[in-house]
């Protein structure tokens, strides 16, 4: 056993739009490939997720607020009409740049709303209402179609606090456990880990992103060697608010 | 061309102390599974980094001041106040949580100072002096030897604000550029990215750290296939503190 990891970028997936068979395409992708194997995770981009859910909004049907002008700074106040919409609660801004909550939770710019991409000119794509269901449908699917169990991963790009660029973290999971929990394991040298917890979920989303490429249209990728077992969701990688230092 | 990447762990390398030869480890290492090619990012853990530097603090040398015992709850002082000396700054504490900025400007958890690992009883690992000088020489010594040209990260595992766990990230940097800047370039349907950039030296570190694990005694990982190009710093990752609306 190499103990190597794969990332394998899924090409050939057409633009998508609602209604389209996300499934199909990454069944035919993968099947291009060689196919999906047990233990495989399946990392898919948030935005190709909400766009054949139809989390897509046309900017002439918004109406921006004074408060969205406002924030707006020169960007078109719409989006952020549709930001403030999209967003629990305003985490702090500074206009145009406005770091929000979600109604999942994530804390994240713009309320993960975003207008690269859309596939069509002046709509903007949210987030999928529901990433972890969003993720489950795809396994299921895949085990219904091949009798292979993977995890699927649906990721975005998040901005951080204190480091500069994106890195892709996994909004929705199923099929592995998202935090590798060492609490109380012993090192190799004896000593006990306390409070040690990796986020393998958002590493493998990270590991993906190398492959997909925001330019490339790549959309998806298979991460192939990851020990993964158990189940998991999303939500089990939000740090809870009155556990966290910067909400 | 696949376009796939491979992460393959660096299997064999002993615990090391102060004055080993890393470099020389890596190497071998890296013979066991072929030996590196061009373009190749070694991925070296920070804690055997700053080991065989030397940055290892034995803790019965040390005497904790009244804020340290303050900060520490039920932990040694002693380490908190080894903290202490290596933070910049306190950016956030919650004894005995404390967020701090160091000195080479990283915001993290207890300065990066770290206890697990560290080889002996009562000592705690600082971060290398210079990370970006640590990557450097492993670099020049893999061309020195091998005429190949590599990248190489430095790397850690950090915390994050909002979201769970850790994720490795890059500390020190030669030979790849660790943004990506999208900026100005199309996607695949004309829409102009505006301000995107990748934290491409984080996804690697992070990617890397699915095959090291704290727990198996891996500290290095080649990962090849990423297309690297230019040189950077760990320090082009750190957010401007004006910029910062977390600091």
């Not at 049907?61 to 020169?74: G, I, T, W």
């Not at 106040?77 to 206009?95: C, D, F, N, S, Y």
Request: aromatic share 2%; net charge negative; glycine share 10%.
């Amino acid at each position: 056993m190499s103990g190597e990891i794969r990332l394998i970028p899924l090409r050939g997936i057409p633009e998508l739009r609602e209604g389209d068979d996300l499934e199909a395409e990454v069944l035919r992708a993968a099947a291009r490939v060689g196919g999906f194997e047990d233990g495989d995770v399946l990392v898919v981009a948030q935005k190709v997720v909400s766009k054949v859910e139809g989390q897509v909004v046309a900017l002439d049907e918004v109406e921006a607020s004074d408060r969205a002008r406002e924030l707006a700074a020169d960007l078109d106040p719409r989006r952020t009409e549709v930001i403030l919409r999209e967003a629990k609660r305003i985490v702090r801004a500074r206009a145009p740049l406005v770091i929000t909550e979600t109604r999942h939770g994530f804390v994240c710019a713009s309320a993960g709303v975003d207008s690269s991409n859309a596939g069509e000119p002046d709509t903007v794509v949210l987030l999928p209402r529901d990433p972890d269901a969003s993720a489950r449908r795809l396994r299921d699917r895949i085990r219904a179609a091949s009798r292979i169990e993977v995890g699927v991963i649906v990721s975005d790009s998040f901005g951080r606090a204190w480091r500069k660029g994106t890195t892709d973290v996994a909004l929705g999971v199923s099929g592995l456990v998202p935090l590798l929990d060492l609490n109380g394991r012993r090192d190799s040298v004896g000593y006990e880990l306390h409070a040690t917890q990796i986020a393998i979920a958002d590493e493998i989303a990270g590991a993906a992103e190398l492959v997909m490429g925001k330019l490339d249209g790549i959309p998806a990728a298979i991460v192939r060697g990851v020990a993964i077992n158990g189940d998991g969701t999303g939500a089990d990688l939000l740090m809870a608010p009155d556990r966290d230092l910067f909400r």
